[in-house]
């Protein structure tokens, strides 16, 4: 039996508090003069077991969160006759196929034939009442004496993870409707399916129902817990592989939770500081394969990354953090190195070019650290499932993007670690400078490939609207990697085309680029301008996930990335 169990985010202590002083990072010709100033301030206290930062939660909002309150849910997959299975509710999954009638209008799959003759023809019935076909999207609930009944519409074919995943958040919503302490699923038909896709079906069910029970009511003064206590996946096999599969899925839940937590606290909450204290909470869960190194301003000051903490100057009361994480076993064979970069804006004002109006989404600013959300919830993953034969770098240059006398201005030029000079034309094209140095200090720990996440542009959710990455790399092979590490998880993405011609738009007149282009193709002239800071001997991909990173329709987090991240980790381990 595989149980889950998500951990809330804690903060047992902080880093120190680096006030900087200068009026920009900018590296300039002429002898440069920095003047920094800092004292040592705690940024939380040990009071609270949670996220929390006291500065922002004593002075804006005096919001404090409330724990975590993720069920524990017991899952296991077991040969129980469905028909004879007892419980609260019983989910079943049917495709088109599935709902044929015969002549006598009576179903011709045996399973459902089976469960309409147990009910006397109540379910035949229903689902002529309902219209009920089986499509996709669609389902029909009975309540009967015994439990409930829940069938869920799986389309013409159910072939893809994303359909059964589909399945266990329909049967998870089911279960919180119903206040459901036991529940099964089960597909009407497992014809056609080997016992790989068995496997593989049951987690992408067993994954549904873990994220689709999942509520983050921290910051709700009333809740209602979920009284799901446990999930029983029928007829899709039993032993080690399949509870190893389930186990596996788990532990990417736990994962995708973390970052739909990060991302779902406000900006008074989750500050760069408060990053760098998960990214330490992460490495001391898993001190025996993970490390932390976490460099304050004046230590990236050092490193000469300009473009980043250009961005951050502005922010002195929630100063930067640069978060490394590394994981690695303890066993002496090779191993692949490779990067994990995301984005980590807790806040993104736009700077002097605020943004504004009613389509700017600045409310929404605090998913600006999606990338980063998902690159810690996959070093949370791979810290339970410890893969051999890979290093993984995990990086992030967090830090918020304000607005006071010390910060960038439109026009600055901002010297990045490589040494490459960059003319900003505008500060809301804040991102990539982060990215910038970040990419730089990757390409440094002698890693052969690069995955980095960002929230980096809005013209990526005009060309693929709001469920679907872009993906850029000039490696076909990287690309068919992540293509495929993203199909085995059931998230979305589409490769983009690496325009190269576009490049001569990012030039500048007094400097050796632009940070953004005219509007027309702006995320591929995003991601032409990260490949300027990548060592030509790496795989590198960027994925723009500025779309599916936030549920308009659910209000809330997605936590997108994570499992398509640790799928690709495992398949580069050796």
Known sequence: MAT???SSLLASSSPSSLHCNPSGFTKCQSSPRWAFSFSVTPLCSRRSKRIVHCIAGDTLGLTRPNESDAPKISIGAKDTDVVQWQGDLLAIGATENDLARDENSKFKNPLLQQLD????????????????????GQSINLR?????????????????????????????????????????????????????SKINSASAIATGVMLGIFEDNRFRSESKTPALESLDILGLGTGPEIESKIKYAEHVCAGVILGRELVNAPANIVTPGVLAEEAKKIASTYSDVITVNILDAEQCKELKMGAYLAVAAAATENPPYFIHLCFKTMSRERKR?????????????????????AGSKIELMKYDMGGAAAVLGAAKALGEIRPFGVEVHFIVAACENMISGAGMRPGDIVTASNGKTIEVNNTDAEGRLTLADALIYAC???????????????????????????????????????????????????????????????????????????????????????????????????????????????????????????????????
């Open 444 to 574: 440094n720990q002698g890693v052969e490939k690069i995955i980095d996440l960002a929230t980096l542009t809005g013209a990526i959710v005009t060309a693929l609207g709001p469920s679907v990455a872009g993906a850029f790399t000039p490696s076909d092979g990287l690309a068919r990697e992540v293509i495929v590490a993203a199909e085995a998880s059931g998230e979305k993405l589409w490769r983009m085309p690496m325009e190269e011609s576009y490049w001569k738009s990012m030039k500048s007149g007094v400097a050796d680029m632009i940070n953004t282009g005219p509007g027309e193709g702006g995320a591929i002239t995003g991601a032409l301008f990260l490949k300027q800071f990548v060592d030509e001997k790496v795989q590198w991909l960027h994925l723009d996930i500025a779309g599916p990173v936030w549920s308009d329709e659910k209000k809330n987090a997605t936590g997108y990335g994570v499992s398509t991240l640790v799928e690709w980790v495992l398949r580069n381990s050796l």
């Open 337 to 357: 190195k490779i990067a994990l970069v995301g984005k980590g804006l807790t806040f993104d004002s736009g700077g002097y070019n605020l943004k504004t109006g």
């Open 117 to 136: 003759s147990k009910l006397n023809g109540l379910l035949s019935a229903a689902s002529s009442e309902e219209d009920f076909s089986g499509k996709s």
């Open 144 to 196: 009967l004496p015994g439990g409930r009944i829940t069938l869920v519409g799986l389309g013409s074919s159910a072939s893809s993870p994303t359909s059964y995943h589909s399945l266990g958040e329909a049967a998870a919503a089911a279960a919180k409707s119903a206040q459901a302490r036991n529940i099964a699923v089960s597909l009407a038909s497992t014809d056609g399916l080997s016992a790989e």
């Open 4 to 6: 889950l169990r998500v």
